[in-house]
T-cell receptor, first 114, second 116 residues
Framework: GEDVEQSLFLSVREGDSSVINCTYT??????LYWYKQEPGAGLQLLTY?????DMKQDQRLTVLLNKKDKHLSLRIADTQTGDSAIYFC??????????????FGKGTKLSVKP | DTEVTQTPKHLVMGMTNKKSLKCEQH?????MYWYKQKAKKPPELMFV???????INESVPSRFSPECPNSSLLNLHLHALQPEDSALYLC???????????????FGPGTRLLVL
């Protein structure tokens, strides 16, 4: 079935690295995404990775993709208090009547302690 | 510019009211989406418009009525809602690749709806 799994909570100290993990189900997904949602706000596209890539780095963010294990991770270096938010992993469905639909994980709440 | 705008930001309505949510994008995207998000949950897809035609309706009750008047605008008309419809309503848009695959979705800030 279509299911994206994430751990629900992560707590780190300011300045440490954060790693948020996700497993997905559809091996035909072309893109995998990380969205950030701050309290009371909409979803902000944080980064994404194309399925033929293993890694993507963008400033403090590193995305790793293991297609064999269907595992996606987001590493935030030098985590700041402003990084406190819910992070959603999502895969895009590209077949049949669900074309273009995003399947979201339940979200990981990242708490950054000063 | 990757901006999707939504109005209003907040809306309080009674169960007998009729109201509309609006969404706008000027990125030339030809797919637009409505999502409903309850507290501490991921967004749930409601409707998808593709080239201004409704392509997906995820079994949403008829008290929600979407409309796509042109390629930049998306409305959600609300009528006779229930308190359990209170949620954050998010709009998103995306383009399609040359091979017909829908690409990255960009979200608006949402409308927080409270039904009394």
């Amino acid at each position: 079935g279509e299911d994206v799994e994430q751990s629900l909570f992560l707590s780190v100290r300011e300045g440490d690295s954060s790693v948020i993990n996700c497993t997905y189900t559809d091996s035909s997904s072309t893109y995998l995404y990380w969205y950030k949602q701050e309290p009371g706000a909409g979803l902000q596209l944080l980064t994404y990775i194309f399925s033929n890539m293993d890694m993507k780095q963008d400033q403090r963010l590193t995305v790793l993709l293991n297609k064999k294990d269907k595992h996606l991770s987001l590493r935030i270096a030098d985590t700041q208090t402003g990084d406190s938010a819910i992070y959603f992993c999502a895969e895009i469905m590209n077949y049949g009547g669900s074309q273009g639909n995003l399947i979201f994980g339940k979200g990981t709440k990242l708490s950054v302690k000063p | 510019d990757t901006e999707v705008t939504q109005t209003p930001k907040h809306l309080v309505m009674g169960m007998t009211n009729k109201k509309s949510l609006k969404c706008e994008q000027h990125m030339g995207h030809r797919a637009m989406y409505w999502y409903k998000q309850k507290a501490k949950k991921p967004p749930e897809l409601m409707f998808v418009y593709s080239y201004e035609k409704l392509s997906i309706n995820e079994s949403v009750p008829s008290r929600f009525s979407p409309e796509c008047p042109n390629s930049s605008l998306l409305n959600l008309h609300l009528h006779a809602l229930q308190p359990e419809d209170s949620a954050l309503y998010l709009c998103a848009s995306s383009r399609t690749s040359g091979s017909g695959l829908w690409e990255t979705q960009y979200f608006g800030p949402g409308t927080r709806l409270l039904v009394l």
